[in-house]
């Protein structure tokens, strides 16, 4: 398994949720890696990403509430969400591609998701 991320669960409203993705594989530092979010009945979308100069893109619905990080020894990517919204509600999915050029898309390599659910 390439990716696969963890720490998904239920928060109410305004609360706070870290979610984490384990990278296999070599050169983890050199990926630029990211987020997606699929909420039901909606499609995929681009979330935030962060490249191997920790250089950083979120979508506008989550700046100033959502911040990637990384730890290239670990190999770990993460998620830290605060300030959560019902919106915000979805399958949350990790992406690394071997391009480290920052951008929203596109990635090769998806994990298979974790869930955030948000309460209200």
């Known amino acids: 398994v390439q990716l696969q991320a963890s720490g998904g669960g239920s928060v109410q409203a305004g609360g706070s949720l870290r979610i984490s993705c384990t990278a296999s594989?070599?050169?983890?530092?050199?990926?630029?890696t990211g987020w997606f979010r699929q909420a039901p009945g909606k499609e995929r979308e681009f979330v935030a990403a962060?490249?191997?100069?920790?250089?950083?893109v979120y979508v506008d619905s989550v700046k100033g509430r959502f911040t990637i990080s990384r730890d290239n020894a670990k190999g770990t990517l993460y998620l830290q969400m605060n300030s959560l919204i019902s919106e915000d509600t979805a399958l949350y999915y990790c992406?690394?591609?071997?391009?480290?050029?920052?951008?929203?898309?596109?990635?090769?390599?998806w994990g298979p998701g974790t869930q955030v659910t948000v309460s209200s």
């Open positions: 594989g070599r050169h983890f530092s050199n990926y630029l």
């Open positions: 992406v690394k591609d071997p391009d480290s050029e920052l951008r929203t898309t596109p990635f090769s390599f």
């Open positions: 962060i490249n191997s100069k920790r250089a950083t």
